[in-house]
């Protein structure tokens, strides 16, 4: 397969300024006739150079059946088709017209990219490349043109039809057929064309715009699920508001739709006012969907929304530049959600999926920058680097510019580049020309992978009553990236006097002038080796570094001692680090138990691993009483507790361990865990209580409910570490008498843990329950594929062939495979069969959907991070994934690159 290169961009020698398609929707053959206008970009040609040729993209499941130019039909010889591409040679100069008629087969592409049925309805999915599997296109995000679509269907069957824009005609047709023309006023690149037919019902809601219009707002969906759509249409009207009083980004349509589809291999699509979305981020109603879900809900809404302004208005000029519109959107839907709910909460949770996920990505052999140098499939570009990493880079715009800052770049960034295709240097200039500040070093972030490492090291001079940092960076090499330069990173820190409180920053200039920076300041650090001294500090202080996590960096703090963690865990007034504190408290002890549960041998049983733990000194007091006053702490709220007693994930810390043995670090985790519960048993059955849903309260989704199950449930599942009958028989009446689905499925998540009977009968009554709700259904296939009950491999393989799972359908190979592979104890079984189960199912699924056998390659993409027998195991799965004949380009992208 062929690479490409962000070296090699050139602007295309023809551009497209009006689309206009007609689809014959049929049965059996679906008909798209395309006329394209299309204008020479070529510039000025040589005397007697002939005039370059016109190579649109295409697909081998499209089929040519007529191309015109300029009104002329051509003969076959006149034009060259391949699986890839369409060649038109001999074109007239100047403007001219093509007419390319194609025909596909819709019901058969199990790609889900292109136009494709999901549920007897006809949908869309073009981004990355996927209008290609539509017609002959040049299918690049530089090509923007006006859209018009013109859709023909039975009406029986496809009652609704919609395209992009405003609806400016439709009616009935003979034999039982009807059609819709679509405009789209705003040039787009075709990956946001989006079309739908089919049976769907619709619930409406108006918003008027700051400007005084109103917006018809539409979700459509299966009839039997109109009453779970209020969340995500409440969400909408929240996000539209909010885009305006932030950024003052008005929408710019009267209609704004959105479609849930089942089948669909992302979360959701922007497509220019019809975005289709994966139904499990639209459907939710507290019977069936989690805190977490609804949570989801309102950021993706959010997300989608924000790409009319930050993705479809402004685009990529290309798919190197894809974190240009994805980094700034999910940081765009990150503060959303925080000023919706709570920001400390939001930052915290997007910080562990960050280092839980995204770090670990950067240290692999997929390691590359948010702005990639080369792709063999733009699809294995979606990843947490482009999306978070890339969305963090996004924010340290905003920490060193500040929100006023950070606006007038965003005002100029629309100024210069409003309906125009973009490079992430476009964005970067239009932040530090507003400011009138040098960002170079901050562009070094664009083009350079890893995550950096930032050593500080502080000296107190009780003589000056100075304070001194000394901060180091450097950035690990990468595949291709030998020697990386210094970036900037904005650290954000407070200083804490002995009381606990922040304690003035006077930051000395190096003129010796000084700075007042209040009680939080922003250090520009971006040389290899920088100091920073503080005047005025009476007593030696406890820094406070990082705030709110203000860059992407693994951070060292020489000499950091218990007592200090502790101090900042009790009374630092940034939120974040005091959640990060316990993190740091808490991987030291976990770091340490592991190295000694090691030393004396395998992960053969959790109570072996439990006694070398107690050997190496248990869970000391000082660290449980630090949860104890996390947990006693009323100033504190319910979420953001569950999070400061939950311990760091067990990838990230793999992250720091050579030759990881997964079984075993999960074992010496439960074991601390359990140990917490013992000692703190009263505390956890007095929130259990003081938390519970008072009898007779409906559900809300409101920061202050969702608080109150979060430290709950965190409590509860705590508890049933204890493995204690009696435990065991209160998380079972929990079950059955829940009345929402956050406190059915933490309850039940607590019994899949559990080997024995309870186990059983409580997945299979909610088997019973939830058949007829094929999204809850993923929750229980989840929580089966994931557990880590021991032997559970045999279980997951034959879930397999459960009538609940459908190996088509996208959601249930991400619950059950990739499920499967976030379970340290049976993905990582020691005999090997965790991997071989995996290695089929990629092999499996790659005849079906490519895109989704990728995301299943990448369980394997670690495997250098674990011991000698794992290792060897892995690879061979991934040499025979590699070595499979007719393998897709996508997997072969992710496991060849794997095994680099
Ligand atoms: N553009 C692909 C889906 C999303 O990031 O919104
Ligand atoms: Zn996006």
């Not at 961009?9 to 299309?38: D, K, Q």
């Not at 043109?145 to 824009?165: C, F, M, Q, S, W």
């Not at 001294?533 to 060292?556: I, N, Q, W």
Request: with cysteine.
């Amino acid at each position: 397969p062929q690479q490409k290169f962000r070296k090699d961009y050139a602007p295309p020698p023809y551009t497209i300024s009006t689309v206009h398609l007609n689809f014959i929707l049929g049965e059996e053959t679906t008909t798209v006739t395309s006329r394209l206008h299309v204008l020479p970009n070529y510039g000025l040609l040589e005397e007697g150079a002939a005039r370059p040729a016109l190579q649109l993209d295409g697909r081998k499941d499209v089929k040519l059946v007529r191309v015109a130019v300029a009104g002329n039909e051509l003969a076959a010889g006149q034009y060259m088709v391949t699986e890839k591409q369409l060649t038109l040679n001999n074109l007239p100069p100047g403007e001219f017209e093509v007419e390319v008629v194609t025909e596909l087969r819709p019901q058969d592409n199990s790609t889900l990219e292109g136009l494709y049925k999901s549920s007897g309805n006809f949908c869309t999915q073009c981004e990355a490349e996927g209008f290609r599997g539509i017609t002959f296109f040049l299918d690049r995000p530089d090509i923007m043109a006006k859209y018009t679509t013109r859709i023909e269907a039975d009406e029986a069957n496809y009652p609704v039809l919609l395209g992009n824009g405003n609806l400016k005609e439709s009616g009935k047709l003979e034999g039982g057929r009807h059609y819709a023309v679509w405009e789209d006023p705003f040039p787009k690149p075709c990956y946001l064309f989006a079309l739908v037919a089919g049976k769907l019902s619709m619930k409406e809601r108006s918003f008027t715009t700051c400007s005084g219009r109103e917006v018809a707002l539409r979700i459509f969906v299966q009839e039997n699920n109109l009453g779970k759509v209020d969340h995500a249409l409440e969400s909408l009207i929240k996000s539209m508001k909010w885009d305006e009083e932030t950024f003052g980004l008005e929408y710019d349509l009267d209609l704004f739709n959105i479609v849930a589809v089942d089948d669909f291999n992302m979360g959701a699509m922007e497509n220019k006012s019809l975005n289709i979305f994966n139904s499990r981020l639209v459907l939710a109603s507290p019977e069936t969907a989690t805190d977490l879900d609804y949570s989801r809900i309102e950021g993706v809404v959010g997300h989608e929304y924000f790409h009319n302004w930050t993705g479809n208005r402004v685009t990529c000029r290309d798919w190197f530049q894809l974190t240009l519109k994805e980094g700034l959107t999910v940081f765009r839907d990150q503060e959303f959600t925080a000023d919706m709910n709570s920001r400390a909460v939001k930052r915290i949770e997007d910080v562990m999926m960050l280092r839980s996920s995204q770090f670990t990505e950067d240290a692999g052999p997929m390691s590359h920058p948010i702005r990639p140098e080369s792709y063999i499939k733009m699809d294995n570009f979606y990843t947490l680097t482009v999306y978070e990493k890339g969305a963090e880079v996004v924010r340290l715009y905003d920490t060193l510019l500040g929100k006023e800052g950070f606006r007038k770049g965003m005002d100029l960034y629309f100024k210069r580049h409003d309906g125009h295709a973009v490079t992430c240097d476009d964005f970067l200039a239009a932040m530090a020309d507003a400011n009138n500040v040098n960002l170079d070093t901050l562009g070094r972030w664009y083009s350079q992978a890893g995550t950096p490492n930032l050593h500080v090291s502080t000296l107190y001079d009780a003589a000056s009553k100075t304070y001194t940092l000394t901060c180091k960076q450097n950035t690990p090499p990468s595949a291709g990236q030998d020697i990386k330069l210094p970036v900037l990173i904005p650290i954000k820190l407070g200083l804490l006097g002995p009381d606990g409180a922040d304690v003035p920053l006077r930051l000395r200039g190096p003129d010796g002038s000084v700075t007042d920076l209040g009680t939080t300041g922003v250090l520009r650090f971006e040389e290899a080796e920088s100091t920073f001294t503080f005047e005025g500090v009476e007593v030696e202080p406890v820094p406070s570094l990082l705030r709110g996590f203000s860059a992407p960096v693994k951070m060292h703090v020489e000499g950091q001692t218990d007592e200090q963690l502790l101090f900042l865990l009790a009374h630092d007034s940034d939120p974040f680090n005091r959640w990060e504190a316990g993190q740091r408290l808490a991987r030291k002890l976990l770091l340490k138990l592991y190295a000694a549960a090691a030393a004396g041998g395998g992960a053969d049983n959790a109570k072996d691993v439990g006694e070398r733990c107690a050997a190496a000194g248990g869970v000391p007091d000082a660290f449980v009483g630090a949860y104890r006053a996390v947990l006693g702490d009323e100033t504190l709220d319910g979420s953001f507790k569950a999070m400061a007693v939950s311990l760091p994930t067990g990838n990230e810390l793999m992250d720091a361990i050579e030759g990881a043995d997964p079984p075993l670090l999960h074992h010496v985790r439960m074991y601390v865990v359990k140990q917490l519960a013992l000692q703190l048993r009263p505390e956890l059955e007095a929130l259990v209580a003081a938390n519970d849903d008072k009898p007779g309260e409906p559900y809300h989704f409101t920061a202050a409910a969702c608080a109150h199950r979060a430290i709950k449930n965190r409590c509860l599942a705590m508890l049933s570490s204890l493995e204690e009958p009696e435990i065991t028989q209160m998380l079972l009446n929990r079950f059955k008498d829940a009345t929402n689905m956050t406190d059915e499925i933490a309850a039940l998540s607590c019994l899949v843990e559990l080997a024995g009977p309870d186990r059983d009968v409580a997945l299979a009554s909610f088997y019973d329950k939830f058949k007829d709700e094929p999204l809850v259904l993923l929750k229980w296939l989840g929580l089966q594929a994931t557990s880590n009950a021991p032997g559970n491999v045999a279980l997951v393989k034959s879930l397999v062939d459960h009538p609940a799972f459908n190996v088509t359908n996208p959601n249930n190979c991400y619950s059950l495979f990739l499920g499967f592979g976030r379970s340290p104890v049976n993905f990582h079984a020691a005999d090997g069969s965790g991997y071989a189960f995996m290695g089929d199912a990629v092999l499996r699924v790659d005849t079906i959907n490519h895109q989704v056998a990728a995301r299943m390659v990448s369980a394997f993409t670690t495997w250098r991070q674990y011991d000698k027998e794992r290792q060897a195991m892995m690879r061979s799965q991934l040499e025979r994934i590699v070595s499979h004949p007719g393998l897709s380009e996508n997997v072969f992208e992710i496991a060849s690159k794997s095994l680099k």
